[in-house]
């Protein structure tokens, strides 16, 4: 009996310490800012200071891309990196750096417009578009490049931002500004 009594007065009392805990702890403002802290959600990025950072590095790309400078240009691309050109063909890091090596490729006078950047909240991670002008020699044919270009950058432990991913799209004739909207159609007039 008196063991019942126990074990009895014992989950009373734990029941009480669940029941006070359990109520103020939802309720309790005073503690939420620490409870947040516990989330694992990582405090959001400066943007701008992101963009900065990315438009940067596009920047410094471009230049090295002008002088044909593979081994510049090889620490701009992530050791994953996939390129999918104008013509749809798929281009490894490895390969993307040995046309420009082999002077198959070359590039001048690019330069880039009009550039978009969406970051992640965390600031690691961004995707960037812009148009991109200039002349492109590939196999010795030199052509006028007039493309919309989209990167997917990642930013890397030791390594700063990189490119993981690019698509380039020509453009045949003017290019479309993204505000423009072209007017619809009449609806057919019913007889």
Known sequence: MRRIIIAVSMMIAASMLLVS???AAGNNAGSKPANAANTGTAPAADKAAVEGEIKKTIEDFFA???????????????????????????????????????????????KFADLK????????????TASVSGKTTFDGKAEERNSMVTW???KMKDKGWQFVN????????????????????APPANK
């Not at 690019?166 to 159609?185: F, L, N, R």
């Open 117 to 128: 950047i969406k970051t992640n909240p965390s600031g690691d991670g961004a995707v960037a």
């Open 64 to 110: 090295a891309l002008n002088k044909g400078d593979a081994d510049a240009l090889a620490k701009f691309y992530s050791d994953d990196y996939t390129l999918i050109d104008q013509n749809g063909a798929v281009q490894t890091k490895a390969a993307r750096i040995e046309a420009i090596k082999s002077g198959k490729v070359k590039m001048e006078g690019m």
């Open 152 to 154: 997917v950058l990642g």
């Open 21 to 23: 805990c359990g109520g």
């Open 166 to 185: 690019a698509q380039i799209t020509d453009i045949k004739g003017e290019a479309p500004k993204a505000d423009d909207k072209k007017p619809e159609a």
